[in-house]
């Protein structure tokens, strides 16, 4: 297989990635933007967890495949 | 011929042995994971019962945003090194694992920068909390650059490539990500919450 053209599944693959990672980094910033721009602490604190959940939901889903836990890697 | 068509059963149980052993595997990593979270979960809860939701001025807030999204960015490289492998494309694998490796050194270095430069007051309580939770975290990178290393050095010769034998790069990728996740959390506790 070369090594610039990728197979149509692992494309797929890739792409279900750099979607997830743009989530992040998004997520990042505003979290960021958030924390410079507002004083209200429990809001803050309240818009921050909120991301943090986000970030991880997507990780454990699209990164870590928690799902494989109950449907096993062969069914994916 | 006789002996080629026994010989596909043999294979398949072979392969859905493999396929057990892997459910386990994961099941075990899984554990630890959880464990490990805990841990980390203790040292969130005593920065906040050490110095409330205050925030420390010394901090970079560049350097933590840079260290932060290059850890994200990790992630994304370990995650596609993973999916190549899984797809028998070793040499993309292998590039991914190798970019995973240097922004692992570059977030660890980053952290060590922080630890030069940030100037807590001796006995201030949030130093305490930052250390402790930046050092033990960075343990983490480390040993998972350590893990990543081992099996870039293993992939060479396509011990990895598809199937259940992609397990050992899954389950160090897999810890890779857990560090990550686990800065999700550090990362807002320590420089955004105010």
Known sequence: MSNHKLAPTEAADQRTGLNVFVVLAVLTAVEYV??????NTA???????LAALGKTWAILVYFMHIKRLWRGEEAH | MAAATSHAPAHADSTAHAWERVRINRLGLWLFLLSD?????????????????????HLNQGLGLAITSLLLLSSLTAYRAETAFAHGNTARGR??????????????????????????????LYG???????????????????????????SGDGHYSGGPAVWPVTATV?????????????????????
């Open chain 1, 34 to 39: 958030v924390a410079v721009g507002l004083h």
């Open chain 1, 43 to 49: 809001l803050l604190v309240t818009l921050l967890t």
């Open chain 2, 37 to 57: 979270a805990a841990l980390f979960a203790l040292f969130a809860a005593s920065r906040f019962y050490l110095s409330g939701v205050e925030r420390d001025p």
């Open chain 2, 95 to 124: 590039t991914m694992l190798l970019l995973t490796i240097l922004m692992g050194l570059a977030f660890a270095g980053g952290v060590a920068f922080e630890w030069a430069t940030a100037e807590f007051p001796v006995g201030e």
């Open chain 2, 128 to 154: 305490t909390a930052f250390y402790s939770m930046t050092g033990m975290h960075a343990f983490h990178v480390v040993t998972g650059i350590l893990f990543l290393l081992v099996i870039w050095a293993r």
């Open chain 2, 174 to 194: 897999l810890y890779w990500h857990f560090v990550d996740v686990v800065w999700v959390f550090f990362y807002p506790t320590l420089y955004l919450v105010q």
